[in-house]
């Protein structure tokens, strides 16, 4: 199914902003990541971001490693600050309009998440990034990602994996022979436990009906594309418009 996206939310991990560097953030990579969003603005497309912290900080790890579990995630949730605010800054550069909001209060570097101000900016054509997760420990920023895209009435969740193209039915860089999904549903989704997001974020998705594409941002001009309606990466949506695709 083909259709153009007037409002779209893009979830970035933070290795993306890593790119191929040894370095927490690699300034050529959020230059590009910029760059395509400044593409995706100019063609008429209402763009919010969420971007994780994994460059900076694993909550999950961390806590593994014996540290207090809320107090991992709290420090991840500040790594997707400073994964915002460099984000920012390169759009800003590009002369793209950005507001930062956090669902943690930082008030002097960032607004505080609020629903209706949100809109309000990408009504008027600025990209709005949501850092700090939902706020709560022990919910990821795939399920911040898709709580901020109901909210705003996004009309599709684009998920910018790092270097994957796709969904697969197994792990391509051990199996040649893996095999991509061009449309898939939900519930197959989370009943063969593909590697595409969290159950809960993936469940949110099912119960607003709002379809999701994983695709590789890091191909260039695939972003604007797949918002214009072109087939790209992986499509995941309800049963019923996977059956007419």
């Known amino acids: 199914m083909s259709q153009s996206h007037r409002r779209a939310l893009l979830k970035l991990s933070g290795e993306s902003l890593r790119g191929r560097g040894s ?106 990034i949501f850092a700090g997760g939902t706020s709560n420990p022990f919910m990821s920023t795939d399920t911040a990602a898709a709580l901020r895209a109901v909210e705003v009435s996004a009309d599709l969740l684009v998920m910018a994996k790092n270097k994957a193209d796709g969904v697969y039915d197994a792990d391509p860089a051990l199996n040649q022979s893996a095999r ?31 379809p999701i594409v994983v695709f590789d941002l890091f191909i260039k001009g695939s972003l604007l594309r797949l918002l214009a309606g072109e087939a790209i990466g992986t499509r995941i949506s309800s049963a019923a418009e996977t059956a007419l695709t």
């Not at 593994?64 to 605010?85: F, H, K, P, S, W």
């Not at 549903?185 to 949110?204: F, G, I, K, Q």
């Open 23 to 128: 370095g927490i953030i690699d300034p050529e990579s959020v230059s590009y990541v910029a760059a395509q969003i400044k593409g995706a603005v100019e063609a008429g497309v209402q763009i919010a971001v969420v971007v994780g912290g994994g460059n900076i900080w694993r909550g999950r790890e961390a806590a593994e490693q014996g540290m207090e579990r809320a107090a991992a995630d709290y420090a991840g949730m500040l790594a997707t600050v400073i994964n915002a605010l460099a984000l920012q800054d390169a759009l800003e550069r590009i002369e793209v309009s950005t507001r930062t909001q956090t669902a943690i209060a930082i008030q002097a570097v960032a607004e505080p998440f609020i629903r209706r101000r949100a809109i309000r900016h990408l009504e008027k054509g600025r990209v709005v």
């Open 180 to 210: 991509r999904f061009n449309h898939l549903p939900y519930l197959e989704v989370l009943n063969r436990r593909l590697d595409v997001m969290d159950s809960t974020a993936l469940s949110l998705c099912m119960e607003n009906d709002l």
